[in-house]
């Protein structure tokens, strides 16, 4: 199979839909298919098994961290694409790539499916703080609903967002398709080299936070939370690894509740074994989002052996099952610093929670879940090509019967089939 996938995002831009992107597009190429990625330039390559077309990009004033695809030079790649021959087109993201991804689908004449990674009802009004938050989840209502609707087939990361949109009315056919992680990549983790790094002492009691610091990720509540920890364990440390447009305020809030002894900013940690190492030092991993469509590093903590300290909110709750590897707390702060105290001054429970993290984390390998996503390709595609073949007068008799002939001479000639939609446009060129 042959899939190009478009993103507004990838590394080196850190968050959850790089990770995403790059976990299927390997698992892909190790499956034997070709995957082409189309993204953003950001002046840094990253190496990958796949190819990467990197197009000029602009900066955004209001979001540095991203960059925004020039659409005349995403036009120049449609003639290099069209004789790659592409099964279908995968967008990963909302803004230029979903409106090019659509554009470069009906170009090439292949069925286009799109992945909802964001919440973004929940998100709009932390950025655009002079519009009533009621008009920005109406606008991220209609919006999301006229894109999921604009696709022949939806991928989402959990059953609760999944639920979210059908509420929005979506009618596209969609699927459960959640990522997986590389349990080789997160098998091993030295946590004494980090506390060595950090300088931390090996028996300070350490509460880890990984993930991009954005405002919809509620990590201030973590600073409020750690108020309480910090009254019954006055040594204990949060490490927050990351970074984003939150930063600022979360240090400005760090020193108003006087915790600049008790919180670690490392910014973000390459995923070259630095990555690996902070989670293993943590005697916890603490995660209060309630937003998240998933929440992979809830799981990269658990497969390091690291237990969880959450809220089980949207598709943290699909990810979290109680006392297996995880304890699941209550958007209250002090329950929450209790759920903490507890893992902290409990070393047999860390021990036993930390087991059945790792055992648990291995039901969401990579290789596992995108067999799901070749699963619900070959399903779009069988779909699609069924719907050409309805009748329609004489085109759909004669689309009937291109496919079958085509479906024959590939049977003949031993070659891998091509997708209906691309084999009739080639009659058309």
């Known amino acids: 199979m042959r899939v190009l996938m478009i993103s507004d995002v990838y590394f080196p831009r850190v968050n959850g839909v790089s990770t995403s992107i790059q976990t299927f597009g390997r698992e892909l190429i190790a499956k034997g298919h070709q995957v082409t990625l189309i993204t953003p330039s950001y002046g840094v390559d990253t190496a990958e098994p796949f ?4 197009m000029p990009a602009r900066s955004i004033p209001f979001d540095p961290e991203d960059r925004m695809m020039l659409w005349r030079h995403l036009r120049e790649q449609r003639a290099g694409l069209r004789a790659q021959r592409f ?12 409106y090019a991804g659509r554009a470069l689908a009906r170009s090439l004449a292949i069925p286009v499916v799109e992945s909802y990674h964001t919440f973004f009802e929940q998100y709009l009004d932390k950025y655009i ?7 920005l989840r109406y606008a991220a209502r209609r919006f999301s609903a006229a894109q999921c609707n604009d696709v022949d087939a939806l991928a989402v990361p959990s059953q609760a967002m999944l639920d979210v949109l059908t509420r929005y009315g979506i009618r596209t056919p969609a699927e459960v398709v959640p990522t997986g992680i590389d349990l080789a990549k997160f098998g091993q983790g030295y946590g004494e080299r980090f506390r060595q790094r950090w300088g931390i002492s ?7 936070h990984v993930g991009r610091l954005a405002f919809e990720k509620n990590c201030d509540f973590l600073l409020r939370m750690l108020v309480h920890v910090k009254a019954e364990m ?8 990351g970074d984003g447009p939150a930063l600022k305020r979360l240090q400005r809030l760090t020193q108003r509740l006087e915790l600049q002894q008790q919180v670690l900013f490392t910014g973000y940690l390459a995923r070259d074994g630095s990555l690996e190492d902070c989670y ?7 995660f209060s989002s309630r937003t998240e469509t998933q929440g992979l590093v809830l799981l990269e903590s658990m497969a390091l052996g690291t237990p969880v300290v959450a809220i089980a909110e949207m598709g943290t709750r699909e990810v979290l099952r109680d006392s297996e590897g995880c304890l699941i707390a209550e958007n209250d702060e002090a329950q929450f610093a209790a759920q903490c105290l507890r893992l902290l001054r409990e070393p047999h ?8 993290a790792r055992a648990y984390a291995r039901s969401w390998s990579a290789p596992v879940l995108a067999e799901h996503m070749i699963d619900f390709y070959a399903g779009t595609l069988l779909r699609v090509e069924k719907r050409l073949r309805e009748p329609m007068g004489g085109l759909g008799v004669a689309v009937g019967e291109r496919a079958a002939a085509l479906s024959a001479m590939a049977g003949e000639a031993g070659d891998e089939p091509r997708s209906l939609a691309a084999s009739v446009v080639s009659t058309e060129d």
Do not use: M
């Not at 190819?51 to 990197?54: C, D």
């Open 51 to 54: 190819e990467v077309l990197r």
């Open 280 to 286: 293993s030092a943590g005697d916890a991993f603490v």
């Open 234 to 241: 006055p040594d204990v440390l949060l490490v927050i690894a």
């Open 349 to 356: 429970l860390r021990e036993q929670l930390a087991a059945s």
């Open 202 to 208: 090996t028996d300070r009691p350490l509460l880890v």
């Open 87 to 98: 099964d279908l087109v995968h967008i990963h993201t909302p803004f230029v790539a979903h």
């Open 129 to 135: 703080p002079l519009v009533p938050s009621a008009w």
